[in-house]
T-cell receptor, first 109, second 114 residues
């Protein structure tokens, strides 16, 4: 079956760094996406990886290891507005997104 | 551009009632999707469309129907509402289905069936 695993909740301090991990099992693989979702709002796109390695975009970076079925999202210099859920999604061979349940990130002052 | 818009934002239905969730996009995207999001669960694909006149089932299509008469609109129909359909429904669109193209989401419809 197809499955995405990520932690349910994480807590971090303002100004610190946090890493949110995601493991995936899909029928075929066409990329790994990270979306941010604030409470009561729609998901918004953060990053996309299809090749192994690190993609950096400002304070956010995303890493992929295809051989390990593993990705992480790294958030630096955390701000209170980063409090949100972070959704990991893998695209399968049919180009459909398989979504994780999301990691709720709580930022404390 | 307004992007992806959905109506209504909230709705309470009684068991057995029917309703249509509206979704419109103004980005000239070919692909449109309907997802449901339950607490503690990942987004589940209900139906998707690759263009006007073409629709296909996703992972959880039972109890729902869709149509795509125009590029812009992709309504989702619930014929006989059941408590299991209580959820948040998101419509999304993308220009292609390629992994290089992101999906843009509407603000969601929060549906409660009592």
């Amino acid at each position: 079956g197809q499955n995405i695993d990520q932690p349910t909740e994480m807590t971090a301090t303002e100004g610190a760094i946090v890493q949110i991990n995601c493991t995936y099992q899909t029928s075929g693989f066409n990329g790994l996406f990270w979306y941010q979702q604030h409470a009561g709002e729609a998901p918004t796109f953060l990053s996309y990886n299809v090749l192994d390695g690190l993609e950096e975009k400002g304070r956010f970076s995303s890493f992929l290891s295809r051989s390990k079925g593993y990705s992480y999202l790294l958030l630096k210099e955390l701000q209170m507005k980063d409090s949100a859920s972070y959704l990991c999604a893998a695209m399968d061979s049919n180009y459909q997104l398989i979504w994780g349940a999301g990691t709720k990130l709580i930022i404390k002052p | 551009n307004a992007g992806v818009t959905q109506t209504p934002k909230f709705r309470i239905l009684k068991i057995g009632q029917s309703m249509t969730l509206q979704c419109t996009q103004d980005m000239n995207h070919n692909y449109m999707y309907w997802y449901r999001q339950d607490p503690g669960m990942g987004l589940k694909l209900i139906y998707y469309s690759v263009g006007a006149g073409i629709t296909d089932k996703g992972e959880v299509p039972n109890g729902y129907n869709v149509s795509r008469s125009t590029t812009e609109d992709f309504p989702l129909r619930l014929e006989l509402a059941a408590p299991s359909q209580t959820s948040v429904y998101f419509c999304a669109s993308s220009y292609t289905k390629d992994s290089t193209d992101t999906q843009y989401f509407g603000p969601g419809t929060r549906l409660t069936v009592l």
